[in-house]
């Protein structure tokens, strides 16, 4: 019999997905199967705050390019 | 399919069968869903050559498509599980067939369409009265929710009731405590910027799903609606023979604007033009907007007033408090004067408008429906070319992609199958009914976005 488990299926960039299992390597508290470098089957609960962390871990590496123009 | 059809057929899915079977056993009800589904189904199964009758049973030549397996769902026909001795037979369920049945012969006496009010009616209600009044209880609603985000945006005039502002904030469209940006939440900017029609659905369904605390049968008001959506605009009905549920809930609809009830004669209702386009199809939607705009010829709320130049520059010509509300939701407003507003569509503009959870789409159908006309007849002028400029358009969209890091689905992954053979029947079977998301052959594992279907499959397989 095969096993289901319920779960939200996340499919992003590599270098998204590495930051993901960054984010999770520390509490394991995200991911429940690491599917491929494009897919991983997270917590259904933990979607919205896993987007958070990973809001936040791009803030630190990015700066966003300013407006061109002005009013 | 229109956002509203998707939505209320999500929450039609969700009810279990014995739902179902009370639902059709209103005549009105049955023919509702069958006209609101008519046109993103396949017409073979209605037309085809065997079914000379509604419920005779006809043999499926193919694997069932996802077309079919939504009928089931919404228990309009029974699938019988395949087995090796019998085709699968496809039949319509004998509840729904009789319904339909009495629905398109008009016999019976089920009174399921509205029983028509003998009374002589009120001189003064008539088409224009009802487009105002639907019209004017709506915007109280949709400026209660704007106006729960920006203070000073408040209106000194009437609201909404409180019945309607605490539905409002169970469903999460506003909310009281004022955390991450004030009351309005991420499902109530997605609520403005839907037509008017899909709204009236949205409230409705958060509506049926508080029925419960409000006393009421979930069934009872669904039928009911679907009741309001056959009755004909304009037209007196009586009250005298309606349910005591259902003059607890049409007190609700008065509310909502979708039913009016002249003062004079508390006996009598009158459904509006938001009542009697909830069941028809997306063509229908426009002509709400179109009703509404024949009655308010000179109302420049409902007409296009938008201009945007590829500079991003936004000009919008308005008075309406509701429209800039909506517009500063994703626009960066500078100045306003007597007749407009103008501002600059922004990178951040955007991006606030993304974290509350607006899509792009969402921003760029909003701003095409409501382009001003000399936007559509530039666009003429070029031969039928975009309305919007394409570099804007373009834009708002690579904005939102930036923002879109990952694509999420929520699911469930079937995995450690025990043989090749049934992990290949079993993915192909759910690509065939249309919930396959992901599948990795080497690692026999697949992800599916709705699981019922498939473990009765898996479990009919067990059986064999």
Redesign the interface.
């Known amino acids: 019999m095969p096993r289901a488990i319920r779960g939200v299926l996340v499919e992003c960039d590599p270098s998204i997905k590495s930051i993901i299992v960054k984010i999770d390597s520390e509490e394991h508290a995200f991911i429940v199967e690491d599917l491929d470098d494009q897919t991983l089957v997270i917590k259904e609960n933990m979607l919205a705050v896993l987007k958070m962390r990973l809001d936040e871990a791009l803030k630190e590496t990015q700066q966003p390019p300013s407006d061109s123009g002005s009013d | 399919m229109s956002v509203s059809s998707l939505a209320s057929f999500e929450y039609l899915e969700g009810l279990p069968g014995t739902t179902f079977r009370r639902l059709y056993l209103q005549p009105s009800t049955a023919l509702a869903i069958f006209r609101r589904m008519l046109p993103h189904l396949d017409l073979e199964l209605w037309v085809h050559p065997n079914s000379k009758s509604f419920d005779h049973a006809l043999t499926l030549p193919r694997q069932p498509t996802e077309a079919l397996s939504l009928l089931s769902r919404l228990h309009i026909v029974h699938i019988t599980a395949r087995t090796r001795d019998e085709p699968q037979v496809v039949s319509l369920t004998k509840a729904f067939g009789s319904s339909l049945r009495l629905a398109l012969t008009g016999g019976g006496d089920h009174q399921s369409f509205g029983v028509p009010s003998n009374d002589s009616t009120t001189a003064d209600v008539d088409l224009n009265f009802l487009d105002d009044y639907a019209q004017m209880q709506w915007e109280g609603i949709l400026h209660f929710v704007v106006s729960s985000a920006g203070e000073g945006m408040r209106q000194g005039g009437q609201g909404p009731t409180a019945a309607v502002k605490q539905l409002l904030e169970s469903g999460h469209l506003v909310t009281r405590a004022r955390h991450s940006g004030g009351g309005i939440t991420q499902a109530g900017f997605s609520f403005l910027l839907q037509e008017a029609n899909a709204q009236v659905w949205t409230l409705l369904l958060l509506w049926i799903k508080n029925a419960k605390e409000m006393e009421m049968d979930s069934v009872d008001v669904l039928s009911f609606l679907f009741m309001l959506g056959s009755l004909e605009l304009g037209r007196a009905y009586s009250t005298t023979t309606l349910t005591a549920s259902q003059k607890q809930m049409i007190t609700y609809l008065v509310d909502f604007g979708l039913v009016y009830i002249p003062p004079s004669t508390k006996n009598q209702f009158f459904p509006t033009r938001l009542a009697t386009t909830l069941t028809s199809d997306a063509t229908a939607l426009r002509s709400v907007a179109a009703g509404f705009n024949a009655a308010h010829t000179n109302a420049s709320a409902m007409k296009g007033f938008i201009i945007i130049e590829t500079?991003y520059r936004l000009y919008a010509y308005t008075t309406s408090p509701l429209q800039i509300a909506v517009l500063s939701l994703f626009t960066?407003l500078?100045t306003r004067y007597p007749n407009m507003v103008s501002g600059?569509i922004?990178?951040?503009s955007i991006y606030r408008a993304i974290s509350h959870g607006i899509t792009s789409d969402q921003v760029i159908s909003y701003l095409s429906t409501h382009a001003h006309p000399q936007l559509l007849k530039a666009s003429a002028a070029h031969g039928g070319g975009p309305v919007l400029p394409p570099t804007v358009v373009d834009q708002i969209r690579l904005w939102q992609i930036e923002n879109e890091?990952?694509?999420?689905?929520?699911?469930?992954?079937?995995?450690?199958?025990?043989s090749q053979k049934?992990?290949d029947a079993?993915a192909k079977y759910a690509d065939e009914i249309g919930v396959l998301?992901?599948r990795?052959d080497p690692?026999r594992?697949f992800?599916v976005s709705r699981?019922e279907q498939l473990?009765d499959y898996?479990k009919s397989r067990?059986i064999k």
Do not use: Q
């Open positions: 500079n960066k500078t600059r922004t990178r951040e890091r990952m694509k999420a689905t929520s699911g469930f992954l079937f995995l450690e199958f025990e049934e992990y079993c998301v992901w990795s690692k594992m992800f699981v473990r898996i067990k």
